[in-house]
């Protein structure tokens, strides 16, 4: 029988390796902003007066900042992970929503397609820019420098 699981290799699950790379998020806002974020923040989101309550990854009241949180990868091939896409798309359509008075900021995986020579969020920017609202930051985070880059 043909392996047909979608973990990323290496990986035991995919929440794992998202609340991995979410307390990299954690602490990289701590160090660089010293921002104390909390783990699956509530905010009240809604197209019309009709509210509902969604948990974005991380979160805080003061200052007011969400941040989704995506540490996704091309495919093994190289080409681009369609999926995945409509899935950054769903968190711009969060940020939308959500109230005004918030910073917001997609907080995602630094990887790199050498084929393509660019990062999955710089692809993401290049094809998909009309997606993101005014306002929201993308940042692209590296996990073997441990460092940060705001692309937008």
């Known amino acids: 029988m043909a392996d047909s699981n979608f973990q990323r290799v290496g990986a035991e699950h995919n929440a794992g390796v998202g609340r991995s790379f979410e307390a990299m998020a954690q602490t990289f806002f701590k ?9 699956r923040f509530p905010v009240e ?12 990854d991380l979160g805080s ?3 007011a900042l969400l941040i989704e949180c995506k540490s996704h990868t091309w495919t093994e091939t190289g080409n681009m992970p369609s999926a995945k896409m409509t ?4 968190a711009m359509y969060y940020f939308l929503i959500a109230p005004q008075e918030f910073r917001k900021v997609l907080f995602v995986l630094k990887h790199h397609n050498l084929r393509r ?3 999955l969020a710089s692809y993401y920017l290049r094809t998909h820019s ?3 609202p005014d306002g929201v930051e993308v940042w692209e985070f590296d996990t073997d420098a441990l460092s940060g880059e705001r692309l937008r």
């Open 61 to 63: 009241r003061s200052p």
């Open 87 to 90: 899935v950054w798309n769903e």
């Open 31 to 39: 160090a660089t902003e010293d921002i104390d974020l909390v783990e």
């Open 130 to 132: 009309h997606m993101v």
């Open 117 to 119: 020579d660019l990062t």
């Open 45 to 56: 989101i809604g197209v019309s007066t009709k509210k509902k309550v969604h948990r974005f």
